[in-house]
């Protein structure tokens, strides 16, 4: 069956992990239209994971990142255009706007473009300064890392404990500074948030927590130190900052497509008929947890990729439900949490041990279980997802059953 006029020609912004499986999606599931994949890098499609552990660390070269050959996308008969911006997009039209003045007629239309990094108000340009999105970023970093310099990280996420980790188990010296004052509470609780603050602590991280960070000090065009709101500096040649990141959005502002936190979709990753959106740029009304949902998670990205693509093929066949997952390694731990973790919610260990350094624990939420941590309980925990994903089906939320 040929595919509708309209979807002649889809294409994907966003050269990620959630584009990629957009294009692998329409194909395998029948698509023989033009498909165009746009992305402003020059690389194909790669995994960002492993830019804050095994390529920092020196243990991974770039091309272990990469997701795909390059010669996939010719096998797909996917127009990968890499190194292109797309800067506008004429709804009524239904025309991209990309950089180069040139204009790219579509049927329809998925965006992935990801999220952008944080930046302090402060850093005036200062060299030494660091964010960690992509390769370019993680090559930089590693490249300064050679010099052995001394480190202070911004953000006590879990981008910024994994490069601590990789940092310290470099041989180097380096302090972690947030506002909040336990590391990760709001992904991972305050018990287990303790626990990671402890990890790090005792592998000689110095951890300055409940504390702000008011600018930073250079000299000759070089960092040279990070002012605390306590007035204090923190001497440093190298600093990562790692505090959060924002959708890239500024392209669609001036169109009609709704774009507030993200490209606001609906149940099945439609923001508007024809133009769909996935991955960390996306947000949606989950019914399992009752509220708007935008993860920046790794494994999202790929399903809910693969979720938009079918529904743009096909016609919204699929609502886009998935029970959250994400993981991170720091040292020779493995943190991994399966559903949501409510604030507040209370660490009931359901396996194993703290104290033996592998456990996994459970959180509630209105009586049920709503979200499952593994602490180097990577086999254990599988288990426990079933469970979540039954208890926090929206049938079960909806009747409080
Ligand atoms: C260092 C690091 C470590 C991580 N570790 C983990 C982890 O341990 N566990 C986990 O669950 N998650 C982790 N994540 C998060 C995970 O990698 C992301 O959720 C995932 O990569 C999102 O994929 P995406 O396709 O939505 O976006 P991206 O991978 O960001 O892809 C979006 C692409 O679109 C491009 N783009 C943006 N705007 C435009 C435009 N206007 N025109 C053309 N192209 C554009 C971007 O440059 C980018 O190439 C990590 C992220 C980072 C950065």
Redesign the pocket.
Known sequence: MSPPERLEHIVV???????LAGVETLRREGFTGQLTL????SAPPYD??P??KQALAGTWDFPQVLLRPTHHYAELDVGLRTG????GLDLPQRRLRLDQGEQLAFGGLLI????APRRLPFDDGLKGVHV???EQDAAELREHLRKEPRVVVIGAG??GL?VAAVVRNLGMDVTVVDPQPVPMERQLGREAGTLVAALHRDRGVRLRTGIGVTGLVGSSGWVTGVRLSDGAVLDADCVLVAIGATP?VE?LRSSALPVADGVECDAFCRAVPGVYA????ASWPSARYGRRMRL??????TEQGIVAARNLLHGNVEAFDPLPY????QYQVKIQVHGVIPNGAEMVIAEGDPADGAFVALFHEAGRPVGALGWNKPKDIRRYRQELLESTSSEVCETGA
Not at 13 to 19: N, Q, S
């Open positions: 912004v966003g050269a990620g992990a959630a584009g746009i992305g402003d890098e960002r994971p830019l804050s292109r911006l797309a800067i992935t473009t990801g999220v960690l999105r992509d879990f981008l994994e890239r392209w996935a991955g960390d740029v920046e998670h790794r494994m999202n990205a994400f993981w991170t390694d």
